[in-house]
Antibody
């Protein structure tokens, strides 16, 4: 069974940093691209970052470019999102998703990040 | 990348069919056969219902179908059931390792 378990979300002050993790199991992690998709309260889904299976290719939405860094450790089947210079508008549930060109096939349960003073 | 355009809400009675549209551009929906649809119940994670425009993952009922014409993709749900009431999001690959979502459609089963 494919599973992804996010962790690391919490309350953080504006300008602070946070690192999210996503532990994956049930599939050959290194052969799949992975994405971070966030959902602000009451809003829709936004794909903010993606990384290829090898880690050699990455993507960032303009809203997070220069502040967030996606990475992966294929030896530990884990995806990461380092978030710096956090803003109130980054408040959201962050999902990790196993990613194919044709869709995001499996989703974690989400990790809540709240940016507030 | 701009979000894909979906109707904010649709509704139908049990047993009826509904169709949700998703309009993009030649750079996303029209340029790739990589459109997907996710279902999201309140407080839950999204669930993939359709990928590659019209393919269903294992376990998704065949009441759910997808199609595409030009820059517009569509999700059709036939034989509506109460448990289909949820938010539905389309998503398209847009090249250069980018994916763009629609704004979401709230389906109400009357």
């Amino acid at each position: 069974e494919v599973q992804q378990l996010e962790s690391g979300g919490s309350l953080v002050q504006p300008g602070g940093s946070l690192r999210l993790s996503c532990a994956a199991s049930g599939f050959t992690f290194s052969t799949y691209a992975m994405s971070w998709v966030r959902q602000a309260p009451g809003k829709g889904l936004e794909c903010i970052s993606a990384i290829s299976g090898s880690g050699s290719t990455t993507y960032y939405a303009d809203s997070v470019k220069g502040r967030f860094t996606i990475s992966r450790d294929n030896s530990k089947n884990t995806l990461f999102l380092q978030m710096n210079s956090l803003r109130a508008e980054d408040t959201a549930v962050y999902y990790c998703a196993k990613t194919l060109y044709g869709g995001h096939s499996d989703w974690g349960q989400g990790s809540l990040v709240t940016v507030s003073s | 990348q701009s979000a894909l355009t979906q109707p904010r809400s649709v509704s139908g009675s049990p047993g009826q069919s509904v169709t949700i549209s998703c309009t993009g551009t030649r750079s996303d929906v029209g340029g790739y056969n990589y459109v997907s649809w996710c279902q999201q119940h309140p407080g839950k994670a999204p669930k993939l219902m359709i990928f590659d425009v019209s393919r269903r993952p294992s376990g998704v009922p065949d009441r759910f179908s997808g199609s595409k014409s030009g820059n517009t993709a569509s999700l059709t749900i036939s034989g509506l059931q109460a448990e289909d009431e949820a938010d539905y999001y389309c998503c398209s690959y847009a090249g250069s390792y980018t994916w763009v979502f629609g704004g979401g459609t709230k389906l109400t089963v009357l």
